[in-house]
C-alpha cells in the first residue's frame, strides 16, 4: 500500500486542478483495502477515486482519497457464445476495451477511449454510441466501507439507468469497487445506428469489424472531445435532459430541427450540448472556464481555472438553458468540496 500526506491531486484529475488531498493511499489487493478499512478513523471523509476524470475539486480535499491499483483481467466463465472477463477496479478502462478487441470478443468496442478506470465505469455507468457499460456489466465485486465484508452485486443490483447506479444513488460512498465482471459475447453483434458510425464506416469502405468499428469511433471522438492532457476537462460536463413527451412537443414545435431521442412512451431525451449551443455558449468563456469550441457540452479549463471557476460558468449555463427552454439541465460532473 502506498500512503501520502498532503499530496498533489493534479495528475489525478483530468479537469487539472491544482489541488491537494490531506492523504492519498492507494492499495492493490482486496486484503491491503480490507485492512485499510477495517484500521482507519472513519469520522473523515473518505473520497475513492478512479482516473478522476468526472470529478471537479473545488478546493482541497481534507481527508482520505482512495485509489485502487488493483489490476488484471481473469476469465471467470465462458461457454460457446459468451466469456466473462474478471478486470481489477484500477484497470484503465481503455486497456480493457482494447483487449476485448484484440481477443474478438464484443461488446465494449463503442465505448473505446472513454477516460476513467474499471472501476468507474460500474459507478458511473459510462456510455458511448448507443452503448452503455450496464449492457455488459456482469456482476460487480466491492467491499463495505462499514466493516471491510465484500459484497458481490449482480446488475440488476446494480439498479442501472442513464449515467446513474446504486453506488452513485442509494448506496453513494458505501461500497468500494474491487473487480468487475463483464460478459462479452464471442458472436458479432455490432451497435452501429448511434449517430454517424455506420456512414462513416461506409465513407472509409470499411465492413463492421470490432477493429474498424473500435477506430471510427477513437476518430469520431478526437474530432469532438478535447484532450485533458492539452486542455483540462472531464468529457460531458452536463447529462442530457429527460422531458415529457407533451414538454419535447411544445419544444419541437418552436424548434423543429430539435435533436431528440425517445425513451419510452412518455419520456423524450434532448441533448444538452444542443441547447447549450443555442443559447450560444459555444466557444465562449468566463475567464479561465471556457465551452469548449467543437462540443457545447463539455467545459474546459483554459489554464489555472478553479473549481468555483468551472462552477460558476456552468451555474450561467444551467440558467440560461432554463430561461431559453424552460429545462433544468444537471451537470454529470461530481462537485467535490
Ligand atoms: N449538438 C450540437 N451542438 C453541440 C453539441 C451537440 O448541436 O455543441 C448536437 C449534435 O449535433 C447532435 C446532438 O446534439 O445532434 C448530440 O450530440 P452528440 O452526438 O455529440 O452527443 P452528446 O449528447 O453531446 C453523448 C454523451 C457522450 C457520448 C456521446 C456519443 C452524455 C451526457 N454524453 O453526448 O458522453 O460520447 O453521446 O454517444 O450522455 C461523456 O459522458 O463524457 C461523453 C462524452
Not at 460531458?236 to 425517445?262: G, Q, R
Request: charged share 25%; with cysteine.
Amino acid at each position: 500500500m502506498k500512503e501520502y500526506t498532503d499530496y498533489p491531486i493534479l495528475k489525478y484529475n483530468t479537469f487539472g486542478m491544482d489541488v491537494k488531498a490531506s492523504r492519498f493511499v492507494e492499495y492493490s489487493s482486496v486484503d491491503e483495502l480490507r485492512a485499510f478499512l477495517l484500521s482507519v478513523d472513519k469520522n473523515q471523509p473518505i473520497l475513492h477515486i478512479g482516473g478522476g476524470s468526472n470529478l471537479l475539486f473545488i478546493s482541497d480535499f481534507r481527508g482520505i482519497i482512495l485509489h485502487s491499483a488493483i489490476k488484471g483481467f481473469t476469465v471467470e466463465d465462458e461457454t460457446d457464445e459468451w466469456i466473462d472477463i474478471n478486470a481489477g477496479a484500477g484497470e484503465v478502462w481503455d486497456d480493457f476495451v482494447e483487449y476485448s478487441v484484440s481477443h474478438g470478443w464484443y461488446g465494449a468496442e463503442n465505448l473505446s477511449i472513454i477516460p476513467g478506470e474499471v472501476g468507474a465505469s460500474a459507478v458511473q455507468n459510462i456510455g458511448a454510441y448507443g452503448v452503455e457499460a450496464k449492457d455488459i456489466i456482469h456482476k460487480v465485486h466491492t467491499v463495505c466501507v462499514a466493516d471491510a465484508s465484500e459484497r458481490v452485486f449482480s446488475n440488476e443490483e446494480c439498479t442501472y439507468s442513464y449515467r446513474e447506479s446504486i453506488f452513485k444513488g442509494e448506496l453513494k460512498g458505501r461500497y468500494v469497487v474491487t473487480h468487475v465482471t463483464y460478459r462479452l459475447s464471442k458472436l458479432p453483434c455490432y451497435h452501429l445506428s448511434y449517430g454517424n458510425i455506420s456512414s462513416e464506416l461506409e465513407r472509409r469502405g470499411l465492413e463492421p469489424s470490432l477493429q474498424n468499428v473500435r477506430n471510427v469511433i477513437i476518430d469520431v471522438r478526437r474530432s469532438k472531445l478535447p484532450e485533458p492532457s492539452e486542455l483540462g476537462n472531464a468529457g460531458s460536463f452536463f447529462m442530457n435532459p429527460m422531458v415529457t413527451v407533451s414538454k419535447y412537443n411544445e419544444l419541437s414545435s418552436l424548434y423543429p430541427d430539435m435533436p431528440h431521442y425517445p425513451i419510452d412512451d412518455n419520456t423524450v431525451k434532448i441533448p444538452a450540448g444542443w441547447m447549450i449551443d443555442r443559447c450560444g455558449w459555444k466557444g465562449r468563456n468566463i475567464g479561465p472556464a471556457g465551452v469548449y469550441q467543437k462540443q457545447a457540452l463539455v467545459l474546459v479549463n483554459l489554464g489555472g481555472a478553479t473549481g468555483s471557476d468551472i462552477t460558476n460558468l456552468a451555474d450561467e449555463i444551467i440558467k440560461s438553458v432554463k430561461d431559453k427552454f424552460g429545462v433544468e439541465i444537471r451537470p454529470e460532473v461530481n462537485y467535490i468540496y
